[in-house]
């Protein structure tokens, strides 16, 4: 079992910044690919961005490329999404996971954090 728990939440104005934190425990953190996910009241959730293990594969979700850096550092146990440039439709919960290979694909990470809310307002 990995647990998963989110901070760093909050409500920015648009054009603002906020880093995410997802802290693991449990199973070796440093086995697991980590992902980021979000999900916008009555939308499905979403891919946002993934790093591989030792942090040498990353991929981003289009919509977030270029504003949006993940990184971990595994003498923590930490994940980090770093958010800038926001705007209003990156309101959503923002959800850690754990998965054995880095991949865009939601049905492969086997778990998961509770999230956590960031607010875009114009």
């Known amino acids: 079992q990995v647990q998963l728990v989110e901070s760093g939440g909050a409500l920015v104005q648009a054009g603002g910044s906020l880093r995410l934190s997802c802290a693991a425990s449990g199973r070796t953190f440093s086995n697991y690919a980590m992902g980021w996910f979000r999900q916008a009241p009555g939308k499905e959730r979403e891919f946002v961005a993934t790093?591989?293990?030792?942090?040498?594969?990353?991929y981003y979700a289009d919509s977030v490329k270029g504003r949006f850096t993940i990184s971990r550092d595994n003498a923590k146990n930490t994940v980090y999404l770093q958010l800038n440039s926001l705007k209003p439709e990156d309101t959503a919960v923002y959800y850690c996971a754990a998965a054995t290979v880095a991949t865009t694909r939601t049905l492969e990470y086997s778990y998961w954090g509770q999230g956590t809310q960031v607010t875009v307002s114009v």
């Open positions: 790093i591989s293990w030792r942090g040498r594969t990353i």
